[in-house]
């Protein structure tokens, strides 16, 4: 059974940086799709980025140069590096996968997701 279990939210000022953790047990971290995801209060869940079996790896583009999606194959492990975080940038994290066999595609949309963490939650005040 695979699971995933984020680490790393916190409460930040604007300005601040945060790595958030995903650690995958029961399946390897490189031969899935893996996106982040985050979902605010009151607003639809959002894709963050993802980062395919190859290593390409897809942004939203509110975050593009700020985070950085990443993944450790020793650790089993993906990651998202925030950095320049804003307010806006407040919600719940999570981390998710697909089936071994999907590609993450273009657009970042929890579509083919269908393993997902129990959240993290970031906080970034003015």
């Known amino acids: 059974q695979v699971r995933l279990a984020e680490s790393g939210g916190d409460s930040v000022q604007a300005g601040g940086s945060l790595r958030l953790s995903c650690v995958v047990s029961g399946s390897l971290v490189n031969r899935r799709c893996m996106g982040w995801f985050r979902q605010a209060p009151g607003k639809e869940r959002e894709g963050v980025a993802s980062?395919?079996?190859?290593?390409?790896?897809v942004y939203t583009e509110s975050v593009k140069g700020r985070f950085t999606i990443s993944r450790d194959n020793a650790k089993n492990t993906l990651y998202l590096q925030m950095n320049s975080l804003k307010p806006e940038d407040t919600a719940m994290y999570s981390c998710a996968a697909k089936a071994p066999f999907l590609s993450c595609g273009a657009a970042l949309t929890d579509n083919g997701y269908h393993i997902w963490g129990q959240g993290t939650q970031v906080t970034v005040s003015p």
């Open positions: 980062i395919d079996r190859d290593g390409l790896s």
